[in-house]
């Protein structure tokens, strides 16, 4: 055998020997990357009386977890982070005992710092991350939105729509703009529109919301009923935890 044949195949020889020592080295960085090997994070919202939608990121577009009240969520793998990760929360408050209806309303403290927990995730470990209770990051007559919401109930002989000037407005988590006789409705509304720019259309003809109302404030539900010809308001409430009863004790449990 020839010498130049012989050091062209020792070229090819160790230039595969390194390849492969290549490759194998990046398969086991991916599989270290993808598999977090027995790390978990278990979220404790046990001692809450709201439930809480957790994510990784401050924009918060993709959740990562939402745990009910009372309750502790399921081990989610997660990689090991020894330095400290960061949970940012958005906590669900119901409306249903304002209106009847099921609706949550995303809530994020004005100091978002009170809504960030960060924690040490060792390797192989489970960690345990409690979720503040609500009634301690804020005051329990702290206004809890910046928006208005009209709940209306339709016991009128037909179907009711609810216009802002010359635009119908669709409620919140229906697909339809029509709310049918003997149903009901929940709006969401800027505080700095008119209340007098809002109309009720019913059978072609268009109806004021209660006169009561003179301007839109701040974080108010406004209940009323329309009848088919008058829109009376049932109630003006404030959205507080003082006035959301579930919200106003923590279980402490």
């Known amino acids: ?7 062209v195949l020792l070229l090819i020889l160790c230039l595969s020997s390194c390849f492969t020592g290549f490759f194998d ?10 598999k977090p090997n027995g790390t978990k994070v278990q979220f404790d919202n046990r001692n809450n009386s709201v439930s809480v939608s957790i994510y990784s990121s401050p924009n918060r577009l993709t959740e990562l977890d939402r745990i ?6 399921t081990p989610l793998e997660l990689f090991p982070n020894p330095n400290g990760i960061y949970f940012y929360l958005t906590f669900n408050i119901s409306l249903q005992k304002l209106t009847g209806m099921t609706y949550t309303m995303p809530y994020i ?4 710092s009170k809504a960030v927990v960060e924690v040490s995730i060792p390797k192989d470990e489970t960690t345990n991350v409690v979720i503040p209770l609500l009634t301690s990051i804020i005051e329990t007559d702290e206004v809890l939105t910046d928006d208005v919401y009209l709940y209306i109930k339709n016991s009128g002989i037909s179907g009711l729509r609810m216009r ?11 697909d339809t703009n029509l709310v049918n006789s003997g149903s009901e409705a929940l709006y969401k509304v800027a505080a700095a529109v008119a ?7 019913f059978n072609g003809n268009d109806y004021p919301i209660p006169a009561e109302i ?7 539900l406004y209940s009323m009923e329309f009848d088919g010809t008058t829109a009376a308001l049932l109630e003006d409430t404030l959205i507080t935890l003082n006035n959301l009863q579930d ?6 449990e």
């Not at 919200?247 to 402490?252: F, K």
């Open 68 to 73: 009910e009240s009372g309750e502790q969520s």
């Open 247 to 252: 919200y106003s004790e923590d279980t402490n």
């Open 214 to 220: 003179l301007s839109l404030g701040r974080g108010h």
């Open 164 to 174: 802002q000037s010359m635009t119908v407005i669709t409620p919140v988590n229906q």
């Open 25 to 34: 080295l990046g398969e086991e960085k991916l599989d270290g990357q993808n």
């Open 195 to 201: 209340a007098n720019s809002y109309k009720i259309e």
């Open 109 to 112: 403290p004005d100091d978002l």
């Open 1 to 7: 055998m020839n010498k130049p044949f012989l050091l």
